[in-house]
C-alpha cells in the first residue's frame, strides 16, 4: 500500500517537520490530516527556513503534492500569510497545493472565545489561542462552517445564522464584542474567492493519484499525548494527531496504511500546562531548552524540558502501531554529554512499565532513571523495550544531517 503516516510519540514538537521534508524525496505526496494552525513544522535547507503551520511540510520539495485533509480547521488570515511566504521561496502553489471544501473554518469569533476561555479560567489549559478548540467544539456541534460554504454565498448567508448566533451568546456572556453578521459574511466571501483555486474533493484527488503509483505521506500534527482520548487529559488538543486519526482526517482506508513512523526527541519537551513525570526544572532543563532552541514555532514560548521517557514512547507505539521509530536531536545529548532516559515508573509504591489511563495517576508518578554509556546504546534500549527498530536519527537541523541505521550503521560508538 502507498500510505505511510508519521506521528509524533510525545507532546508535539518531537521535529516531524524535518523528518517529513527528510523522507518526501521518496514520496510524491503529503497529506495534513488534522490540527490547524496550533502546529508549527520547523525545516531547514541550505540557508533557508520555514515554519509550516497549515501548509504540508514536505512543500519545500517543488515535486510534492500537498493535501489539507477536512480534519484540518483552517484560520483564513494564518493561510493566506502561509501562503504568500511559502510561494516566495518556491513559486506558485496552484496545481500543486489541494484543500478539502469539507475543512472546517477557524472563524474570528473562535479565536476571541479561546482567548476569553483562557483568560478566565484559574487553570488554563496552555492553549495556542489560535481558536482550534472552539473551532472543533462547532464542527461536533454541527454549527461549523467549512471551506466548501465559502464557495456558496446564498447557502452560507442562510447556514450561518445559527453558528453566529449562538457564538455571539458566547463572546458577550464572556465580555467580549462579537463582530457584525455582514462583517463576518463579507470575510467568508473574500476568503472564498481566494482559496476557490485549490478546493477540490480529496478523497477523489487521493484515490486517483493511488492508482497511478503515487506514494503518500500523511502527516500528523502535535503529538500522542495531546490526543483528544488517549493524551493527558484535560491538557491536550482538540483532534487526533494518531495513526488512526490519519484515515479520518485524510479520508482514506485504515488497510491502506502498511508503515507508521514514530518520530520521538531523544529527550522530552512539552508547551502549555499538564503533567511531565521527567521535567528537569534545574540548571540541565534549561541547558537542554538553550542547546535544542526549545522555544514553539506556533507561539515562540520557551518549551519545558526533561528526560527521555521511555515508558512514554513504548505506549505511543502501540497505539500508533509504529514500525519504524525516528530519533531527533540526539546531537542536544552530544552536546550535553549525559543520556539519560526514564525506564520504569514508580506509583504508589509499585513498577509500572506505561503511563496510566486515569488523568489524577499522572501526578503520583515517580520515574525510574537509567544512564547509558552512549547514544547507541540508549537506542538499543528504546528497541528492546519498544520491540520496533529505530531506522533514523537527526543529528542537526539540516536536511542531510540524518543517520539511516536501516543500512546497518549505527550511532556514535556503543
Keep these: 500500500m502507498p500510505y505511510t503516516a508519521i506521528v509524533g510519540l510525545q507532546w508535539g514538537d518531537e521535529g516531524k517537520g524535518k523528518v517529513i521534508d527528510y523522507l518526501a524525496e521518496d514520496y510524491d505526496v503529503v497529506v495534513r490530516f488534522q490540527g490547524g494552525a496550533n502546529a508549527g513544522h520547523s525545516v531547514y535547507v541550505g540557508d533557508k527556513f520555514f515554519a509550516f503551520h497549515l501548509i504540508p511540510s514536505g512543500m519545500l520539495r517543488e515535486d510534492v503534492v500537498g493535501v489539507i485533509g477536512p480534519g484540518v480547521v483552517i484560520d483564513p488570515d494564518a493561510f493566506l500569510k502561509e501562503l504568500r511566504e511559502l510561494e516566495k521561496m518556491v513559486g506558485s502553489l496552484r496545481g500543486r497545493l489541494f484543500v478539502d471544501p469539507r475543512t472546517h473554518v477557524v472563524m474570528p469569533y473562535h479565536k476571541q472565545e479561546d482567548a476569553l476561555f483562557e483568560t478566565a479560567s484559574d487553570k488554563p489549559i496552555g492553549t495556542t489561542r489560535r481558536g482550534i478548540g472552539p473551532t472543533n467544539r462547532d464542527r461536533y456541534g454541527r454549527l461549523g462552517i467549512r471551506i466548501g460554504d465559502t464557495l456558496r454565498p446564498v447557502y452560507l448567508k442562510e447556514y450561518m445564522r445559527r453558528p453566529y448566533d449562538f457564538n455571539r451568546k458566547i463572546v458577550e456572556a464572556y465580555g467580549g464584542s462579537m463582530p457584525s453578521f455582514e462583517e463576518l459574511y463579507g470575510f467568508l466571501l473574500e476568503f472564498g474567492e481566494r482559496i476557490a483555486p485549490y478546493v477540490v474533493d480529496t478523497v477523489i484527488l487521493l484515490e486517483d493519484m493511488e492508482r497511478k503509483g503515487a506514494r503518500i505521506l500523511l502527516e500528523g500534527a502535535q503529538g500522542t499525548y495531546l490526543d483528544i482520548n488517549f493524551g493527558t487529559y484535560p491538557y491536550v488538543t ?13 479520508g482514506i482506508s485504515p488497510w491502506k496504511i502498511d508503515r507508521v513512523v514514530g518520530v520521538f526527541k531523544a529527550y ?3 508547551v502549555g500546562e499538564g503533567p511531565f513525570p521527567t521535567e528537569d526544572n534545574g540548571e540541565v532543563g534549561k541547558r537542554l531548552r538553550d542547546i535544542g532552541g526549545e522555544y514553539g514555532a506556533t507561539t515562540g514560548r520557551p518549551r519545558r524540558c526533561g528526560w527521555l521517557d521511555i515508558p512514554l514512547v513504548v505506549y505511543a507505539s502501540m497505539i500508533n502501531g509504529v514500525t519504524d521509530l525516528f530519533i531527533t536531536k540526539m546531537d542536544v545529548l552530544d552536546e550535553l554529554g549525559i543520556y539519560r532516559a526514564a525506564v520504569e515508573y514508580e506509583i504508589r509504591g509499585k513498577r509500572a512499565g506505561y503511563p496510566p489511563a486515569y488523568s489524577a495517576d499522572w501526578y503520583d508518578l515517580k520515574p525510574v532513571y537509567e544512564d547509558f554509556p552512549s547514544g547507541e546504546s540508549l537506542i538499543e534500549e528504546v528497541e528492546q523495550r ?12 539540516e536536511r542531510k544531517a540524518v543517520i539511516e541505521r536501516k543500512t546497518g550503521g549505527k550511532y556514535g560508538k556503543a
Design 238 to 250: 482538540s483532534s487526533h494527531p494518531i495513526s488512526g486519526g490519519a484515515t479520518i482526517g485524510a
Design 386 to 397: 519498544t520491540g520496533v527498530p529505530v531506522r533514523f536519527v537527526s543529528v542537526g537541523k
Design 268 to 270: 522530552t519537551t512539552r
